[in-house]
């Protein structure tokens, strides 16, 4: 088949996809080891069989749903390519309005930074780029997480960034930062959400949180202030209908400058405040 052809082929596949050109263009990507520039470039140059055979196998497992990052094994993410694997949530757009609200409230000089529940790193090394002298810690209670994030900063060269097990704060005992950032589970637990697309293919402990969604971002909140210099900064991503309950638990818990971001769709996103007086 030419690259036209089997990309026509594949987009016909995925049914089920709301991106099916686009996964169909990333797959043989990855198959070919070549940029998108190129498919729009040599829409006529002929797969050899190996790569032929390559792409069948990728697109009958995207057909069958699962997330062309797990098919692929990478996920773009700010400024670069992140390994990921099934142990951990698969890197969103949406969390670079994190890291972007994170950036604006970071010194460029000598911070402290932890990014809790890191996963592959992304938030943690997207912050380790930007700061150079910032020192990063990235924590994931996933013995495989922490392994992956590692691997990823190796291969992004990043040596201001560490990463540790731990169960939110439980392995930072006595430690404080200038800014802690997470992107945690959020979903509520009985979501019909959890049922339909990409999704379905992530661990469940990356993505719900108790019956309301709200549990670990409870937990997160009312430890943070132990955790945080004077001035530090909290910021949250959180579900679209959470932001009025997690600016609340902030205010009571003594933060200030509180504010919501909204993502790519409108939609409120990130929450985040400022502890004045660190208890
Ligand atoms: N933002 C993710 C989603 O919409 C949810 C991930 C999370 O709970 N942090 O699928």
Redesign the pocket.
Known sequence: MQIQQALQWAAGQFTHSDTAALDARVLLCAVLEQTQTYLYTWPDKLLSEAQQQRFNQMVEQRAQGRPVAYITGSRDFWTFTLNVSDAT?IP?P??EILVEEALRRLPDGPSAICDLGTGTGAIALALASERSAAQVTGVDFQPEAVMLATANAAALNLTNVRFIQSSWFDSLAGQQFDLIAS?????EQDSE?LQQGD?RF?PDS????GAD?LDDIRLIISSAPAHLLPGGWLLL?H?YAQDHAIRELLEQRGFSQITTARDLAGQPRVTMGQLDNPS
């Open positions: 949530l969103r949406d969390t992107n945690p589970p959020y979903v959400y999704v992530e990356a993505l719900t949180s969604g991503e579900g």
